[in-house]
């Protein structure tokens, strides 16, 4: 059975910093990149950061800088640490398993993040 299990959500102060972390069973993962996306109620889902099989990274222009995605293909783990946390960080954080070459894609539950003071 497959299975995306995010962690390390919560409530933060803006400027502060949280880990997240997605821990992966069931398929391959060090044959997926990896990446992580957010949604606020009423909007679409966004992209946050990607990883390849290799290592490779991209983010979105909102969070460069501040985030940085990285994974453990020993553990099955992707992670996500976030620094300089901004009330807009607030959303529902998602862990997703890109299927590539025709196989399929996952997702997480997700994980509520919110920056307030």
Do not use: H
């Not at 997240?20 to 990149?33: D, E, I, K, M, R």
């Not at 946050?48 to 290592?55: M, N, P, S, Y």
């Not at 099955?76 to 620094?83: D, G, I």
């Amino acid at each position: 059975q497959v299975q995306l299990v995010e962690s390390g959500g919560g409530l933060v102060r803006p400027g502060g910093s949280l880990r997240l972390s997605c821990a992966a069973s069931g398929f391959t993962f060090s044959s997926y990149p990896m990446s992580w996306y957010r949604q606020v109620p009423g909007q679409e889902r966004e992209l946050v950061a990607d990883i390849t099989t290799f290592g490779g990274k991209k983010y979105a222009d909102s969070v460069k800088g501040r985030f940085t995605i990285s994974r453990d293909n020993a553990e099955n783990t992707v992670y996500l640490q976030m620094n300089s946390l901004k009330p807009e960080d607030t959303a529902v954080y998602y862990c997703y398993a890109k299927g590539v070459g025709g196989r399929p894609t996952y997702w997480g539950q997700g994980t509520q993040v919110t920056v307030s003071s």
